[in-house]
């Protein structure tokens, strides 16, 4: 059982060279996990995910995500329950599966969404709008002040 999960919430894109690289440690870490290739994109990007591997004859299971370009919380969710699987004790029932996990199907559109400026600004815009939201009420600042003015 490795550790090997750096993913953690920040102000900040999730490339998908990093992904990548962690799909990379995660081999590097762990004898029973390999990368496996589903193809190139129409540009070219290469379609990586790993399988893992966790006994002979077991059933198999396919985990994608990153379908459509802006589906962020895709790879991110998906990274996390990879990382339960690879950290769940010998007799957990995840071990009784084998698996195929690609984190981004779409690596042409998510590498554009992060990559265009427009998309970027919408980010931001989108994560000023989570910075003043006071959780422990629910209310989203701005347009609560312009109503109250």
Not at 57 to 65: M, Y
Not at 118 to 131: A, G, P, R, T, V
Request: proline letters at 5%; glycine letters at 6%; charged letters at 15%.
């Amino acid at each position: 059982m490795n550790k090997v999960f750096s993913f953690k919430l920040q102000k900040q894109p999730l490339y998908l060279f990093q992904i990548y690289a962690w799909l990379d440690q995660l081999v590097a870490a762990n004898s029973n996990v390999k990368i496996v290739s589903a193809g190139k994109t129409t540009e070219g990007r290469e379609i990586r995910g790993i399988e893992i591997t966790n006994g002979a004859n077991l059933p198999g299971a396919i985990l994608e995500s990153g379908i459509h370009a802006r589906e962020w919380i895709g790879p991110a969710a998906t990274s996390w329950i990879i990382n339960q699987i690879l950290n769940s004790p010998e007799d957990s029932i995840w071990r009784q599966y084998n698996y195929v996990y690609f984190p981004v199907t779409n690596p042409d559109g998510y590498e554009y969404t992060w990559n265009t400026v427009s998309n970027l600004q919408y980010l931001m815009e989108c994560w000023q709008k989570i910075d003043q939201v006071d959780v422990s009420t629910g209310v989203y600042y701005p347009r609560a002040m312009g109503q109250l003015r």
